[in-house]
């Protein structure tokens, strides 16, 4: 897995996989006339590939997860204040959470890269709400400033798609894709 988040270790853990943990090192590219979901699944696979250059030989997976408002990429914060201001701008809307996977196995010329899109509807929040929610959570390193699966209740109302790919993987297409994956 070419991803240091201990999220996406924990739900691929789900999968009863073996599988190592290998940060890639390749920096995200962020690009106005990109869709969501074509920038997202670009940096997956640019972080699997970076990953797989060093291990050819292995099935490596890659994902990018990032909060979209209108045309507005939420990424990690870069502070405190900066989480504040994003929560702000997210309650009360509907965004998008979507997650780009690339599944690559460099020796075998096997290759997958897709994207999931899940609609979050956030809660209508006063400012000491959006205080006491980054109270209970760290959200410097989560897009958007926030994890549904910590604390979520407080802020979202409803969610329309995969969970999972709100926490980082979607794990139904992920698991689908892998069962699919060609037996080498």
Request: hydrophobic residues 40%; aromatic residues 6%.
């Amino acid at each position: 897995m070419a991803s240091a988040s201990p999220r996406r270790a924990e739900l691929l853990r789900q999968l009863n996989l073996e599988f190592e943990i290998v940060p890639s090192e390749a920096p995200e590219t962020f690009d106005d006339y990109l869709s969501p979901l074509e920038l997202c699944q670009l940096n997956a696979h640019r972080k699997a590939r970076a990953v797989a250059k060093k291990t050819p030989d292995s099935l490596v997976l890659g994902a990018d997860t990032l909060v979209f408002l209108d045309h507005t990429i939420f990424g990690k914060p870069a502070d405190m204040g900066h989480a504040k201001s994003m929560l702000a701008q997210l309650q009360g809307r509907t965004h998008q959470v979507v997650t780009g996977v690339c599944l690559i196995h460099l020796r075998s010329h096997h290759e997958k890269i897709f994207a999931v899109s899940t609609d979050v509807v956030f809660r209508a929040l006063t400012p000491s709400q959006i205080n006491e929610y980054l109270a209970k959570v760290n959200p410097l390193d989560k897009a958007g400033a926030y994890a549904i699966q910590e604390k979520g209740e407080f802020i979202v109302s409803e969610i329309s798609g995969s969970f999972s790919n709100v926490v980082g993987l979607p794990m139904e297409q992920l698991q689908a894709e892998l069962e699919a994956w060609p037996k080498t």
